[in-house]
């Protein structure tokens, strides 16, 4: 409403104008000043997650558009905005990741935007919110860790696997002086435009479009962003046919929008996604909100480990009130590796999780697991969730999708074997799987088994 009341201002009927400004004080402004006086860390206004950023810049876009009205009540919603909204804005600290996922980051980082844009224009200031920890390096990340297909790393409740087309990147790419942002999301916007799926803020990339041109630099081989969730990025050359490309994650399962998917990965190579995450289900699901250890939300199949590139002991949950961390890394290696210790995603089942992403060379990675066990009766299962059709033999695995195929090897323990079952939701009241297999692996009679499971694009 902001935004249309300024632009059209000059030929909207007088009763029409007063309409909205009457509107927009009597049904926004004066309800976020009671929020701001009275609401509680929870509330719409204060919250740490991507509501905060969202809310708080519909007002203040309100603000602005009657301050000639309401000059005091426009400056202390100002004011207060800027005071609240970095209980969200802290989380991307250090490198930008936003915790709740890709879908979240386009729509926080989308008012965000906004919010930047009129702060700076109307008063050449944005009162530090761009110099927040983390903010600057948010677009950067998001465009690195898109992979060589065009495809983002779906975690949490993010159901799309196409970048962001809000023009958030030209905004920044101005801001921040970064040209190869606006060069990658000019490629994004074709895509967009050409397929006619045009998006809520899309009118934004004309008066923001940015022609700035930038000479990319190559991709390091291994890229840690630091975060809530720890994103860990390898990159095969991209000139080597079969090169390897893999994301993968730590995390905080009871924090906002998160699922039981700490230590998953996703793997491509030749533009094919090998392992996947089948994002979001229905939010109206019974306790889709419990993130307790024993919430309703984790019977739910895509909000389990179950559904996701990563261990489960003894077929049970991981537990959500544990947390993944990076443990060690090593990016100038000539293998370059990182280890995340996941012990206490698995705490009443183990004494310790370790899991270790080496690259061997540009086609092959190896994945490691190091599970130390109450007991030797206990078993560790292994398992990725795949769209390809999937050839069992023994302890080797081919998939084969759109004419290329990829291996999945265990070169330990010896006896271990694969199986494959089809995806299946638990409910009728969860969204519909089709076309997805599991396939898995599972070892036992250890007290602390070591799982090496070999990734190769040859």
């Given at each position: 409403?902001?935004?249309?009341?300024?632009?059209?201002?000059?030929?909207?009927?007088?009763?029409?104008?007063?309409?909205?400004?009457?509107?927009?004080?009597?049904?926004?402004?004066?309800?976020?000043?009671?929020?701001?006086?009275?609401?509680?860390?929870?509330?719409?206004?204060?919250?740490?997650?991507?509501?905060?950023?969202?809310?708080?810049?519909?007002?203040?876009?309100?603000?602005?558009?009657?301050?000639?009205?309401?000059?005091?009540?426009?400056?202390?919603?100002?004011?207060?905005?800027?005071?609240?909204?970095?209980?969200?804005?802290?989380?991307?600290?250090?490198?930008?990741?936003?915790?709740?996922?890709?879908?979240?980051?386009?729509?926080?980082?989308?008012?965000?935007?906004?919010?930047?844009?009129?702060?700076?224009?109307?008063?050449?200031?944005?009162?530090?919110?761009?110099?927040?920890?983390?903010?600057?390096?948010?677009?950067?990340?998001?465009?690195?860790?898109?992979?060589?297909?065009?495809?983002?790393?779906?975690?949490?409740?993010?159901?799309?696997?196409?970048?962001?087309?809000?023009?958030?990147?030209?905004?920044?790419?101005?801001?921040?002086?970064?040209?190869?942002?606006?060069?990658?999301?000019?490629?994004?916007?074709?895509?967009?435009?050409?397929?006619?799926?045009?998006?809520?803020?899309?009118?934004?990339?004309?008066?923001?479009?940015?022609?700035?041109?930038?000479?990319?630099?190559?991709?390091?081989?291994?890229?840690?962003?630091?975060?809530?969730?720890?994103?860990?990025?390898?990159?095969?050359?991209?000139?080597?046919?079969?090169?390897?490309?893999?994301?993968?994650?730590?995390?905080?399962?009871?924090?906002?929008h998160q699922q039981l998917d700490i230590g998953t990965f996703i793997v491509e190579t030749n533009g094919i996604r090998w392992t996947d995450d089948l994002g979001t289900d229905n939010y109206?699901?019974?306790?889709?909100?419990?993130?307790?250890?024993?919430?309703?939300?984790?019977?739910?199949?895509?909000?389990?480990?179950?559904?996701?590139?990563?261990?489960?002991?003894?077929?049970?949950?991981?537990?959500?009130?544990?947390?993944?961390?990076?443990?060690?890394?090593?990016?100038?290696?000539?293998?370059?590796?990182?280890?995340?210790?996941?012990?206490?995603?698995?705490?009443?089942?183990?004494?310790?999780?370790?899991?270790?992403?080496?690259?061997?060379?540009?086609?092959?990675?190896?994945?490691?697991?190091?599970?130390?066990?109450?007991?030797?009766?206990?078993?560790?299962?292994?398992?990725?969730?795949?769209?390809?059709?999937?050839?069992?033999?023994?302890?080797?695995?081919?998939?084969?999708?759109?004419?290329?195929?990829?291996?999945?090897?265990?070169?330990?323990?010896?006896?271990?074997?694969?199986?494959?079952?089809?995806?299946?939701?638990?409910?009728?009241?969860?969204?519909?799987?089709?076309?997805?297999?599991?396939?898995?692996?599972?070892?036992?009679?250890?007290?602390?088994?070591?799982?090496?499971?070999?990734?190769?694009?040859?």
């Amino acid at each position: 409403v902001a935004i249309g009341y300024d632009w059209l201002y000059d030929v909207l009927a007088p009763s029409t104008r007063q309409l909205v400004v009457h509107s927009i004080k009597t049904k926004a402004l004066d309800l976020v000043v009671e929020e701001y006086k009275n609401g509680n860390a929870d509330s719409w206004a204060k919250r740490e997650t991507n509501w905060n950023v969202v809310c708080n810049t519909g007002m203040v876009l309100g603000a602005l558009a009657i301050e000639e009205h309401y000059p005091e009540l426009a400056k202390h919603i100002i004011s207060e905005a800027a005071r609240y909204i970095p209980n969200c804005l802290k989380h991307f600290a250090p490198d930008g990741v936003c915790y709740e996922g890709p879908a979240y980051w386009g729509y926080t980082n989308m008012y965000l935007s906004l919010l930047l844009k009129a702060l700076n224009d109307n008063f050449g200031e944005d009162f530090g919110l761009s110099k927040m920890e983390g903010v600057d390096k948010s677009v950067l990340y998001y465009m690195h860790s898109t992979s060589p297909s065009g495809k983002i790393f779906n975690f949490a409740n993010s159901g799309s696997t196409a970048p962001a087309a809000e023009p958030i990147y030209f905004y920044f790419s101005r801001a921040f002086n970064q040209p190869e942002v606006a060069a990658f999301y000019r490629k994004v916007l074709s895509k967009t435009v050409q397929g006619g799926n045009y998006f809520r803020f899309y009118f934004l990339s004309i008066p923001w479009y940015d022609t700035a041109s930038s000479t990319a630099d190559a991709l390091p081989k291994l890229k840690v962003y630091e975060g809530i969730n720890d994103i860990v990025v390898f990159n095969g050359n991209r000139n080597i046919p079969n090169s390897l490309y893999l994301i993968a994650k730590t995390g905080d399962p009871d924090m906002a929008h998160q699922q039981l998917d700490i230590g998953t990965f996703i793997v491509e190579t030749n533009g094919i996604r090998w392992t996947d995450d089948l994002g979001t289900d229905n939010y109206s699901l019974p306790g889709f909100w419990d993130y307790k250890p024993d919430g309703q939300r984790w019977t739910y199949f895509r909000n389990s480990n179950f559904s996701h590139n990563t261990l489960s002991i003894d077929h049970k949950l991981q537990n959500s009130a544990g947390t993944g961390e990076i443990d060690r890394q090593d990016d100038k290696a000539a293998q370059p590796f990182v280890t995340m210790d996941m012990s206490t995603a698995y705490a009443g089942q183990s004494r310790f999780v370790y899991r270790t992403f080496r690259m061997l060379d540009d086609t092959r990675i190896l994945v490691t697991d190091s599970v130390g066990l109450q007991n030797p009766s206990q078993s560790v299962q292994w398992s990725v969730i795949t769209s390809a059709d999937v050839e069992c033999k023994g302890n080797t695995a081919v998939l084969r999708k759109d004419g290329k195929s990829f291996s999945v090897k265990i070169a330990s323990p010896a006896h271990a074997s694969f199986t494959t079952k089809a995806a299946k939701r638990g409910t009728e009241a969860e969204k519909p799987i089709e076309g997805y297999t599991i396939l898995s692996a599972s070892v036992s009679g250890e007290p602390v088994q070591v799982i090496k499971v070999l990734l190769s694009g040859e």
